[in-house]
């Protein structure tokens, strides 16, 4: 609070302050806020109009000199910052047939959702993870990556990065290694094979790393979850709907140290409670239509859209067709509970 009395001789008194580098914390503006602030908006990028610039974009430039060929979703609200939302990356990226994107290592964790193509390939720690529509595909922090596509089709998927985040605590690092790819050490798939049921441990595997053990999640595996959820009379969750968390097969929490992966099926028909969470999100529309309803915006999606939740914002789901509607999000929610800052509230529906 500014103080009341003698205006004039306080503000002689601040002007005293700037050549000392110093201000007084009551006429502060902005630092304690009583709620979360973002400039990011709640955005929609339709799939169509993007896939054709990327594959204009193929033809303008290869994988390997561009290193990775994508086109960032820029939240329109952050000026111009490569960011989804204020704490979340994501882009869409093409690799042609028969094209690499050569190996690097960042301390930026991403996560990779399969929109097109079949069989190229993302090669992590050694291992290469074959990719299908709908499949997430992990490469950690600090892991060798490089893709590859070996089939006659262009492979497109989102990527999803923790990069402003890691930008904004300025703990970016960024290499390539001496070959455009990795040497490969251990059969394709490996991982999914030891991992992906998540029932039986291999016990020889002394897994101390932050992240998951499984480099793929199979579309197939995900889908046939939900689908049986369904076809059990299952509700899920009252703001969600039937909603699976991609965990970490040892540990059972989150895929990576800064970002949740997440698949959820709205049922014909569901309109969702609403809530707001401190946690920001991406959300691609894997299956169906509806409208997501985001601090007061109607946010209309289709197959292969994708759009951006900032963090304490409103939002519910709607289906109103007659189809099941599928939808894969990352957000940063290990983040924010690692740091005592996931605050959730259960909110008035907006529609
Ligand atoms: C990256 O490593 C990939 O490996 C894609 O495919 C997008 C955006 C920023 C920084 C690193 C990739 C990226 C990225």
């Not at 990775?68 to 882009?91: H, Q």
């Not at 904004?168 to 999914?192: A, H, M, W, Y």
């Not at 699976?244 to 992966?261: D, H, K, Q, R, W």
């Not at 289709?302 to 519910?316: C, I, K, N, S």
Request: overall charge negative; aromatic content about 10%.
């Amino acid at each position: 609070m500014a103080a009341k009395s003698e205006p004039a001789s306080m503000d002689r008194f601040i002007e005293t302050l700037s050549p000392l580098h110093i201000y007084p914390l009551w006429r502060q503006k902005g630092l304690l806020l009583r709620k979360p602030e973002t400039k990011a908006i709640p955005f929609l990028w339709r799939y169509a109009p993007i896939r054709e610039r990327l594959i204009e974009a193929g033809r303008l430039i290869s994988a390997e000199e561009a290193q990775r060929r994508v086109l960032i979703l820029k939240n329109p609200g952050l000026d111009g910052k490569p960011a989804a939302t204020s704490r979340l990356y994501a882009g869409l990226q093409l690799v042609l047939p028969h094209e690499i994107a050569p190996a690097h290592y960042h301390s930026a964790s991403a996560i990779r959702f399969v929109i097109e193509g079949q069989g190229a390939f993302t090669a992590v720690d050694g291992e290469r993870a074959l990719m299908e529509p709908g499949d997430l595909v992990l490469t950690a922090a600090w892991a060798v990556h490089d893709h590859g596509n070996d089939t006659d089709e262009p492979m497109i998927w989102l990527d999803g990065l923790d990069l402003p985040l890691v930008t904004g605590l300025e703990c970016s690092f960024f290499n390539e290694i001496d070959t455009p790819t990795q040497k490969l050490t251990r059969p394709d798939d490996v991982s999914e094979r030891l991992y992906a049921h998540g029932q039986l441990r291999p016990t020889w595997v002394h897994w101390t790393k932050n992240y998951s053990p499984l480099a793929k999640y199979s579309w197939i595996q995900t889908e046939s979850i939900l689908i049986d959820a369904l076809n059990d009379g299952v509700a899920g969750s009252p703001t969600d709907g039937i909603i699976f968390e991609y965990s970490n097969p040892i540990t059972g929490g989150a895929v990576l140290p800064t970002m949740a992966c997440f698949a959820q099926l709205l049922a014909p028909g569901l309109h969702t409670e609403a809530h707001r969470h401190t946690t920001s999100a991406v959300y691609h529309v894997v299956q169906g239509s509806g409208t997501t309803i985001i601090d007061g915006k109607p946010i209309h999606w289709q197959p292969r859209d994708t759009f951006a939740l900032p963090g304490w914002a409103v939002h519910e789901h709607v289906n109103s067709s007659s189809e099941p509607a599928i939808l894969f999000s990352f957000t940063d929610d290990p983040t924010l509970r690692a740091l005592g800052f996931y605050q959730e509230r259960f909110e008035k529906r907006q529609g």
